[in-house]
């Protein structure tokens, strides 16, 4: 009979924070996926920070005078692990479904920087990836710290090989060829929604589509794709002018929906500025057929012309020595999840693990 694929159910959230107030953002994720594994959901995605939103405030202030958003914003983020954590490990266990969600993380080092990361929680109620966004876009510099090599990983499991990207990292082909050429089958690309009037009418909506379909084609994967809503929370606290109210309660840009290997939309979407859960089954054995025509990371390929090297170190400010730790074994993979194998700062290693 040969061997069989996995089947799942997915869904994507495309929803709204409670604007800077991470308990009260943390009880309706909760609700959300209550509603979403009720309906039959194995895996749930939510959109990039969604705990406890998009600093939106950047875009729209000179930067000298955002300083209490940012003190706000990191009052209101996520430490792992920590309380907000552990309610979300154990909504994912109760319910038993993969949990893929944005947040702000706040590190313990420092109180001045903070990530904007994806943890991928599974039905055991584990943290099983950390995945901080590599290189913050444009005015997110302003707000987020950058990511490393360490957590550019797929995980298999029984539904699938998991991989996410945040964003902008989804318009980067050698962070996409990372995550395909470690085999993943089911990618999470999340975003946030966009004021259209901001950039004088542009529709990050449709680069987003573009990019879901580009590496659902390219790698032959199903692609997850989430994004969020601008609602009257974040009208409150920081539209202080009449021109940022208007910026911010006008037309907003997103997509959600969920393509098929080979590019194809096949599910429903939510319009932009509405809330709303869409549903898609995946069958990892419909890769077989689009990956015989087009595996770029196998037979459609020329590793020896063309190969992509990944450092694997974590950013971090303290290497330790002594006390039975050499320049080899320094690291304690097992304190951070999606952190790899210890390597020496600098050191290179091929994709493959």
């Known amino acids: 009979m040969g061997d069989t694929f996995p089947k799942s159910k997915v869904a994507a959230v495309q929803a709204a924070p409670v604007f800077l107030d991470r308990e009260a953002t943390l009880d309706k994720t909760l609700s959300l996926v209550s ?28 930067v000298f005078k955002t300083t209490p958003f940012f003190a706000e914003l990191l009052k209101n983020a996520v430490t792992v692990p920590g309380p907000t954590t552990d309610r979300l490990c154990k909504a994912a266990k109760d319910k038993k479904i993969y949990l893929i969600i944005g947040i702000n993380e706040r590190p313990t080092n420092t109180l001045g920087t903070l990530y904007n990361t994806n943890l991928v929680i599974d039905p055991e109620g584990k943290i099983i990836l ?9 005015a997110e510099k302003l707000v987020w710290g950058f990511g490393d ?15 996410t990207l945040i964003c902008g990292e989804n318009a980067n ?6 995550l395909i050429g470690q085999g993943e ?33 390219e790698g ?9 809503v601008i609602d009257q929370t974040v009208v409150d606290k920081i539209g202080d002018t009449e021109e940022k109210r208007k910026i911010l ?36 054995a419909s890769i077989i057929g689009p990956k015989l025509r087009h595996d770029v ?33 320094r690291l304690n993979i097992e304190e951070t999840p999606g952190i790899g194998p210890n390597r020496k700062p600098g050191a290179r290693s091929q994709n493959a693990e």
């Open 249 to 284: 309660s006008g037309p907003q840009s997103s997509f959600t929906g969920v393509f098929a290997p080979g590019g194809k939309l096949f599910s429903e979407t939510v319009p932009p500025g509405e809330e709303g859960i869409i549903y898609a089954d995946c069958d990892i």
């Open 297 to 329: 990371a196998g037979q459609y390929n020329r590793f020896d012309v063309l190969s992509l090297n990944i450092n694997r170190t974590p950013c971090q400010p303290i290497f330790e020595y002594g006390e039975g730790k050499t320049p080899d074994n």
């Open 149 to 163: 090599g360490s957590t550019l990983r797929v995980l298999d499991t029984p539904l699938g090989k998991i991989g």
């Open 130 to 138: 950390k995945h901080r966004k590599l290189m913050p876009t444009y």
């Open 173 to 178: 082909p050698l962070a996409r060829f990372a």
């Open 220 to 228: 032959k994967v199903f692609n997850i794709v989430v994004s969020s």
């Open 35 to 62: 509603e979403a594994s009720g309906n039959g959901a194995d895996l749930i995605a939510f959109p990039e920070v969604f705990i406890a939103g998009y600093p939106y405030w950047n875009r729209l202030e000179n």
């Open 185 to 217: 089958e089911i990618h999470i690309a999340n975003f946030p929604s966009m004021p259209v009037e901001d950039y004088g009418g542009y529709a990050i909506g449709e680069d987003i589509r573009l990019r879901g379909a580009n590496h659902a084609f």
